[in-house]
């Protein structure tokens, strides 16, 4: 599974015949440094108001998240608690960003490698467990 930005295209312009299509940005790299999150959040800010995107959906494996690790350190129960009991369980992390939204989900990969099967999907706190920046002012 790649990890990608899905961006949600802006409305036609007046007189326009054509449908814009969804746009996807590979951002394989971006949870790999604090410095490549932060070019990586500037990059996708600058290509959506060139594009007038109206959200974007940031998608990626849990697994290969090496910065920031949003679930360490969390208490196990109440407010602010990752969803999973077990910390190393994989997943899909899922950012959805849009003028005057925000929500994150996580959705729990079980079974060997090769041979997974999702599980339950959890929307989680996104000021507790957003992976990126705001992209939307």
Not at 69 to 82: F, I, L, N, T
Request: proline share 8%; hydrophobic share 35%.
């Amino acid at each position: 599974m790649p990890t990608i930005c899905y961006l949600q295209p802006g409305r036609p312009l007046p007189g326009s015949t054509e449908e814009p299509g969804l746009q996807g940005v590979g951002i394989e790299h971006a949870f790999a440094s604090p410095s490549t999150l932060s070019n990586c959040a500037d990059f996708l800010r600058n290509h959506i108001s060139q594009n007038r995107s109206q959200s974007a959906m940031i998608v990626v494996r849990k697994n290969h998240v090496a910065f920031p690790c949003v679930w360490k350190d969390k208490p196990k129960e109440g407010k602010g608690a990752w969803p999973c009991s077990d910390l190393k369980k994989d997943g899909i992390l899922m950012q959805l960003e849009a003028r005057g939204a925000r929500a994150v989900f996580f959705t729990e990969l079980s079974g060997p490698k090769g041979n997974q099967t999702v599980g339950e999907t959890h929307q989680i706190e996104a000021e507790e467990f957003g992976l990126f920046p705001r992209l939307f002012s």
